[in-house]
C-alpha cells in the first residue's frame, strides 16, 4: 500500500521539465508556454496596454496566504495572465513614455535556457559555459566603448544602479585603500552633475559615505556636467584634505539624453592627481547605461551614410558620437542591455579598463569555505551577489548575436529619427518649445503654452528671469493638464503614451520647471504616430484654452 503522499508527488512531478528526455511531455511544457501567450494575446486591443487599468487594491492583496492545496500548471498560468492586465507594452506603436525596451524573442529565450537548468555564475563549476557567454560578452563591450580587451574585466550585476555602485566602490577603495575590510572610517566624496542619475544618493548612502557625501555638479544647457563647476567644488574638497570616492560622468542621462565631456573631466582628474600630489587617481565612472549603445556609430562612415539616414539624424548620431567615443577614458563604464540594449530587466554589465580593478574587492578564500575550492573562473569571489543568475547575460548575448553592430545602428538610428522627426513637427507650431534641443538622443522634452504667449521667447524668460515665477507655476500646471488629456485618450485607445517629468531642470530662481517627455524605444515607431503626437497635443490645447 503506498502513502497518500505517493499520487500527490506523481502530479507534483508533472508540474516540472523532466529531467531525463521525455518529448511528450516537452510538447506538454511548450504547449503550457503557448497557452500563456495566447491568453495574454487576448488582452491586447488597440490601446498600449494589456487589458484594462483598474484601481488597485492593497488592502485585499495583503489578505494573501498560502493556499491549503495546490492548483494545476493550467489554472495557475490562467492566474498568472490576470497578472499582466493593465501593463503597458513597451514595444506598442503608440507607447513613446520612458526607457523602457519591448525584449526581442532570442533574448526571451536566453532568459528561458538560463533559468530552466539553474546556472549560477558565481562559479564556473555551476555554470559552465555560461561562465564563458559572461566573458564573451564582457570582451565584445569592452571592444565596442574602445578598451584594450585583453586588460578590461566585468561582471553583469543587479541593475544599472549596481554598475555605478561597482564603479563607486572600486573608487573609494581606491581613495581609501582597505575601506572594505576595516570601514569607511574618513570622508570620501562623490561627484556628479545635477542631470545625472538619482542613483548617486542611494549608492552613497549603502556605501556608508551618506547621501550627503554627494558633490552635485552644476549642468549646463545642454544637461552635461559644468566642468569648470567641478574642477573648482574638486579643488575646493582636495585643499580642505578631503577625498574623492569616484566622478561620475553620464553618457545619456535619463531625462534628456545630456552626455557629459569625458575628455575634459578625466584631464581634470589628472591635473588635480598632479597639482595636489594624490596619492591614488580619484575613479572616473561613464555611467553609460543608456548611451553605451550609440558606440556603435564609433566607426560609423557619416560621410557616404550607407545606412540612408536623413541629414537631420545623420546630425544627431554625429554629435552623440564625440562624446561616446572617448568612453574607453573612463576607468569604468556602466552598460544596460535592458534599456537600450532590448533585453528584458535584470541584463547589466559593469566593465573596468584595468581588471586588476576588481582585485580591489576580492573577497579571501576562508570566507566562503564550502565554494571555490577548485575551478579557475570564480567571478563570486568579488561580486556584491552571492547566487548570480545568467539570464541577463544570455538574453545580452543572443541580442548582440542578433542585431550585430548594423542591426543595432538601424535600430538606434530609426528611433533618434523618428525622436528628430517628432522635433521637427513639434517645431514648426509656435505654441510648443523643444527643451533639450541640443540633446540628441530618443528622448525629446516640450512644453505646450496657451494661446498668447511668445513661445520664442518664454523659455529663456521662464527659466531665467524671477519676474517670471507665477508664470512658470501656471505653464507647470497647463502642462500637467495636457498630459492628463493625453494620457486618458492614450488609455482609451486614442493617440500615444507620454509621460511627465515634474522636474526637467530648476529655474535659475529655483523653481522646477514641468516637461512633457517623448522617449521613443519601440521599434514599431513610425512617422504615423508622431503626427498622433502633435495632433493630441493640439486637442489638448484646445480643450483646456476653451
Ligand atoms: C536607468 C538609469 C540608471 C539606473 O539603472 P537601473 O538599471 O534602473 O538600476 C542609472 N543611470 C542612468 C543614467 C539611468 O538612466
Redesign the pocket.
Known sequence: MTAPYHDLLAKIRICFPQPISNRVHDSYFVHSVMRAMDAVDALKSERPILGQRLPLDYVKAGEASLPESGMSVEDVTAELVQYCSGLAIPGHPHTQQN?IPPPTISSLIGILLASLYNPNLGWDEYSHRLALAEVEMVAMSARLVGYEPDRAGGVFT???????LYGAKIGLEKAIPGAMTSGVREDAVIFASEA??Y?RYNIAGWLGLGSRSVVTVPADSRNAMNVEAFREQAGAVLRRGGKIAAVIA?M???DAFGLDDLAAIVAVRDELVEEFQLPYQPHVHA?A??GWAWSVFNDYDFEHNPLGFRPRTLRALAGARLPIHRLSLADSV?I?F??SGFAP??S?LVLFKQRDDLGLIQRPQEQMPYLYQFGTHRPGMHTIETSRAGGGILAALANMKLFGKQGLQVIIGHIVEMSQLLREHLEGNEWTTVLNRENFGPVTLFRVYPRGIDTFRIKEEESKDVAYRELLRSHNEYNRKVFQYVHQEAMEGRGVVLSLTDCYRTSAYGEPIVALKSFILSPFVDEEQIEVVVRKVLEARNRIDG
Do not use: A, E, L, N
Not at 543587479?158 to 555605478?164: H, V
Open positions: 526607457v543587479f541593475g544599472g544602479t549596481g554598475t555605478t545625472s542619475h542613483c553620464t545619456g542621462t535619463t555611467d547605461v543608456i556602466g544596460d535592458h534599456k530587466y535584470i547589466s
